[in-house]
């Protein structure tokens, strides 16, 4: 089984590089040859974690989480970055979980391929 971490650092909000990588992330749990996939959400991406957000036009993108824990995606907060941003008390999405950096490295190693947003 094909192994692919993606990392995302981009916020949630104020650029399309998270939306992409929830794309990504979907189309790849979805495919037929059905892969392991990882997300690792780092810097400002760890406050896709936090569920209840909607954006200005009153859209969220806990929906698109929701859907890749149900479709066996880890998704891993970085611990270190989710404490800087006050979110480590905070209740999270269900499915999803606050990683460390040694998780990161252990998942960069072990996949075959690694993609960045």
């Given at each position: 089984?094909?192994k692919i971490?993606?990392?995302?650092?981009?916020?949630?909000?104020?650029?399309e590089?998270?939306?992409?990588?929830l794309?990504?992330?979907t189309?790849l749990?979805g495919?037929?040859?059905?892969?392991?996939?990882?997300?690792?959400?780092m810097?400002?991406a760890?406050?896709?974690g936090?569920?209840?957000?909607?954006?200005g036009a009153?859209n969220?993108l806990q929906?698109?989480?929701?859907q890749?824990?149900?479709q066996?995606?880890?998704?891993?907060?970085?611990?270190t970055?989710?404490?800087?941003?006050?979110?480590?008390?905070?209740?999270?999405?269900?499915?999803t979980?606050?990683?460390t950096?040694?998780?990161l490295?252990?998942?960069?190693?072990?996949a075959?391929k690694?993609i960045?947003?």
């Amino acid at each position: 089984m094909q192994k692919i971490l993606i990392i995302l650092h981009a916020p949630p909000y104020g650029s399309e590089r998270c939306l992409s990588a929830l794309r990504l992330a979907t189309a790849l749990a979805g495919n037929d040859a059905k892969p392991e996939v990882t997300l690792f959400l780092m810097s400002d991406a760890t406050v896709l974690g936090l569920p209840n957000q909607v954006d200005g036009a009153g859209n969220g993108l806990q929906g698109m989480v929701e859907q890749l824990v149900a479709q066996g995606v880890v998704i891993k907060l970085c611990r270190t970055c989710a404490l800087a941003r006050g979110l480590g008390e905070l209740p999270l999405i269900p499915g999803t979980s606050i990683g460390t950096l040694i998780e990161l490295a252990e998942s960069t190693l072990a996949a075959d391929k690694v993609i960045t947003f």
